[in-house]
């Protein structure tokens, strides 16, 4: 039983660090969503506009795993301009 207790806490812990930041494609102008995702997560243009053009061409693209406090904060500043996210 202490087994099976220890091995669910550790499959908690294990999804709680591993929640990813999904950025949807959306109407947005390109420019915006760049420097949105410069002013959420520090990355460098080069790293936002591979972000931003997976998620034009594939509908959805990873910003960042995590831990969800982290990703909430970015999470809070892409939607700051209506961009379509969500934390899985």
């Known amino acids: 039983m202490l087994t099976s207790t220890i091995q669910k806490?550790?499959?908690n812990l294990t999804s709680v660090l591993s929640a990813k930041l999904i950025l949807f494609n959306s109407g947005?102008?390109?420019d915006e969503v760049i420097h949105q995702?410069?002013?959420a997560t520090?990355?460098?243009i080069v790293h936002c506009e591979q972000?931003?053009?997976i998620a034009h061409?594939?509908?959805?693209a990873v910003v960042k795993s995590g831990d969800i406090e982290e990703l909430d904060i970015i999470n809070n500043?892409?939607?700051e301009i209506k961009l379509i996210?969500?934390?899985e």
Do not use: F, N, P
């Open 77 to 79: 500043v892409l939607r």
């Open 42 to 44: 520090g990355y460098d």
């Open 37 to 39: 995702l410069r002013k």
């Open 28 to 30: 947005h102008i390109w």
């Open 57 to 60: 061409t594939k509908g959805k």
């Open 85 to 87: 996210t969500s934390i």
């Open 9 to 11: 806490e550790s499959h």
């Open 51 to 53: 972000i931003a053009m």
